[in-house]
Structure formats: structure tokens, C-alpha cells
């Protein structure tokens, strides 16, 4: 019902700033919540942020809660991750997913998933 395709991705050095961005297919608003995940090697996947596309309430989770900011652009049918100050473990794959159960941060919640984009921290 709603194609997710994500960019932004690529090689940051720790301490400073990517902006990720999710692209939907259709307008999302009011219908879906859409979240950030991250999967890093070897470890589960996780919910790093979402938002409620009608409202614009927000939820984080604690580990990136003062560092990163999640938003939308309903115009564009597009929802950000402002990532700042980044750390080695935010080195991951990061998903954009739509859902509708909130918090939008638990895997099997969701039910559309974007492939993908890689998140690279270095030194």
C-alpha cells in the first residue's frame, strides 16, 4: 500500500552530523506512523525514532534521545533523522518503516519497510 525508500546514508566521522531522509510513495498522513530502526552487526534490530505523521508528536528512544530529531515534510511525503553527534555504535543499517500501533518502535508492529540505507561511523 506504500513504498518507503530511503537516502542519506554514508561515512561520518564521530561527533558530527548526518541527515537521513525517507521517501514515501503516497501520502502517509493519517494514516500510518513512520519510524526510524537501526540494525548494527550482530545485534537485533531496534526503533531509534518515530512520529505521528498527522500530529507531529515525536518518541525516541533513550539512546539517542538528545542527539537525534525526527520530523516531517508532508508536502514532500518525506520524514527525516537528523543525526547529530554521532558515536561508533550509531554505525548500523538505519530502515524506514510505516505502522499503526504507537509507539511506532517494535519490529513486528510494523508493517511496511523501506531496503534500507548504511550509516558509517568513523575514527
Known amino acids: 500500500q506504500v513504498q518507503l525508500v530511503e537516502s542519506g546514508g554514508g561515512s561520518v566521522q564521530a561527533g558530527g552530523s548526518l541527515r537521513l531522509s525517507c521517501a514515501a510513495s503516497?501520502?502517509?498522513?493519517?494514516?500510518?506512523?513512520i519510524a526510524w530502526f537501526r540494525q548494527a552487526p550482530g545485534k537485533e534490530r531496534e526503533g531509534v525514532a518515530g512520529?505521528?505523521?498527522?500530529?507531529?508528536?515525536?518518541v525516541y528512544a533513550d539512546s539517542v534521545k538528545a542527539r537525534f530529531t525526527i520530523s516531517r515534510d508532508n508536502a514532500k511525503n518525506t520524514v527525516y533523522l537528523q543525526m547529530n553527534k554521532v558515536k561508533s555504535e550509531d554505525t548500523a543499517m538505519y530502515y524506514c518503516a510505516a505502522g499503526q500501533r504507537w509507539p511506532p518502535l517494535t519490529p513486528v508492529d510494523m508493517d511496511y519497510w523501506g531496503k534500507g540505507t548504511l550509516v558509517t561511523i568513523s575514527s
Open positions: 512520529i505521528s505523521t498527522r500530529t507531529g508528536t515525536t
Open positions: 503516497t501520502s502517509p498522513v493519517g494514516r500510518y506512523y
